[in-house]
């Protein structure tokens, strides 16, 4: 072989190793339809593997309502779930089959509603939630799905509206509270809880 002929091949089997990976890393979408469950699993109907691809699920106008990724079965990935004009309205993190990292909301008119962290389907972490003009409503942590710490709450004009400590989910010390125009209204003091 001459080195223009052998040029010619290395090209061929160079377009074919990329036309495979580019196959191979297709990803499978199909209508929520067309799954069942089984055993807590997802699987395209009949078939006897676990469903990895991508569910969907559309409004009556054909535009896309929810985007599913699945892997092995169980749901994997960021879920996008849209609003009837295409705006995201969802975006939420899984690991086989549980939230697992950021899950946002959004407004109809694109603004973020809520922005939480979870850790194996539970809220972990800095929590934040917005008025729809975009103002921050209120944040803080959650820790097992239980407010914990330093919560802030704010009038849609932003100015701070209460702020105090949570344990447990039960507001303990001191708690301020503050009138829409940002001056001092009281304060009140909580006990920790003792359950039985």
């Known amino acids: 072989m001459n080195i223009k002929s052998l040029s010619h091949y290395a090209k061929n089997i160079i377009s074919i190793i990329v036309l495979a990976i ?32 991508i569910a969907l699920m559309k409004y009556n106008n054909d535009k896309v309502f929810m985007k599913t990724p699945y892997k092995e079965g ?24 549980k939230y697992q990292g950021l ?3 959004y407004y109809a008119n694109g603004n973020i509603k809520s922005e939480e962290m979870y850790e194996h389907d539970y809220k972990y972490g800095e929590s934040k939630y917005w008025y729809e003009n975009g ?11 239980k407010e914990e710490g330093i919560w802030r709450e704010y009038y849609s004009n932003g100015n701070l509206k209460s702020e105090g400590k949570y344990s ?20 009140e003091s909580f006990k920790i809880s003792v359950g039985f």
Do not use: M
């Open 168 to 187: 447990d989910a039960d507001k303990v010390g001191k708690w301020n509270y503050y009138n829409e125009d940002g001056s001092f209204e009281k304060s």
């Open 103 to 105: 899950l946002k909301h």
């Open 74 to 97: 169980l749901i994997s990935g960021t879920e996008h779930v849209y609003y009837p004009d295409g705006k995201l309205q969802t975006s939420s993190e899984y690991l086989k089959g």
């Open 135 to 145: 103002t921050l409503e209120k944040q803080g942590v959650y820790s097992d799905c």
């Open 22 to 53: 580019v196959l191979i890393s297709a990803t499978v979408e199909v209508d929520v339809s067309r799954l069942e469950s089984r055993d807590e699993l997802t699987y395209i109907k009949g078939a006897q593997e676990p469903f990895t691809g």
